[in-house]
Each structure stands twice: as C-alpha cells, then as structure tokens.
C-alpha cells in the first residue's frame, strides 16, 4: 500500500519532501534514468510513501498507518495537486482460492475523501 504523488509538469520529489517535511519511501527524479541497465530516463518525479506495516496485514489496517502520517500534512497535500502533481493511494490486494473480503469502513473512506488522490484496487489471486 503505497501513497504516490507524480510530478509529471515539472515538479520535483525533493520539493514534496521539503514541502511535506516527511521523508518518502522512495523518490524519483525527472531526468533519472529508470534503471541501472536502460538508457530511458524518467519523465517526471515520483515521491512514494509506503506502509511500514507487514504485507499480510489487512488494506483497512495499511490506509489507517498512511493517513496517520499524511493527515497532519493535509493543506500541504491540497497545494502540491493545486501545483500540479498528480496524487493517488495504490493498493495491491492478493486472495487466496478462500473467499476474502476488504473492508473499507465509513469512517476510513471519509478520512480518504479529506485528503487528494483517487484509491487504486490492484486485485488478483496470491498465485
């Protein structure tokens, strides 16, 4: 479960560090190449917080640790979107054959609606 914001107009992952005074997980520059062995460069930062919780944990339980760092940073997350960085939660869901349910309570969506990005489901099998 990751909180992502894109600068794809010119924005830098070092502005939103600074901006947000929170270090992210990972960041990327434009500009950077996109790996150790491709000529291709990026073109445009990427700033990535990721939950620090376990990979079994429940989504519910990943949304609630970011929005526990994220809301005190909530007027700045408004700014960076006004700036033009593009903001999202990206979740990935793995299911058993067992039937498992993510449940996405009241109260958390609320506390998503209050802050930018739209929420991306990635659902598959565990296999």
């Known amino acids: 479960m990751t909180f992502r914001l894109a ?39 990427l700033w990535l917080l990721s939950s620090e919780l376990p990979p079994g944990s429940e989504l519910a339980d990943h949304l609630h640790w970011l929005l526990d760092q994220l809301e005190p940073k909530t007027d700045a997350l408004w700014q960076l979107t006004d700036q033009g960085y593009v903001a999202d939660w990206f979740c990935l869901a793995a299911s058993q054959a067992t039937e498992h349910a993510i449940e996405l309570d009241q109260q958390l969506l609320r506390r998503l609606l209050a802050l930018p990005g739209d929420l991306l489901l990635d659902v598959m099998g565990d296999d």
């Open 7 to 45: 600068g794809d107009h010119g924005g830098s992952a070092a502005a939103v560090t600074r901006l947000l005074e929170l270090e992210p997980s990972q960041a990327f520059e434009a500009g950077a190449r996109v790996g150790r062995r491709s000529s291709a460069t990026r073109r445009g930062s």
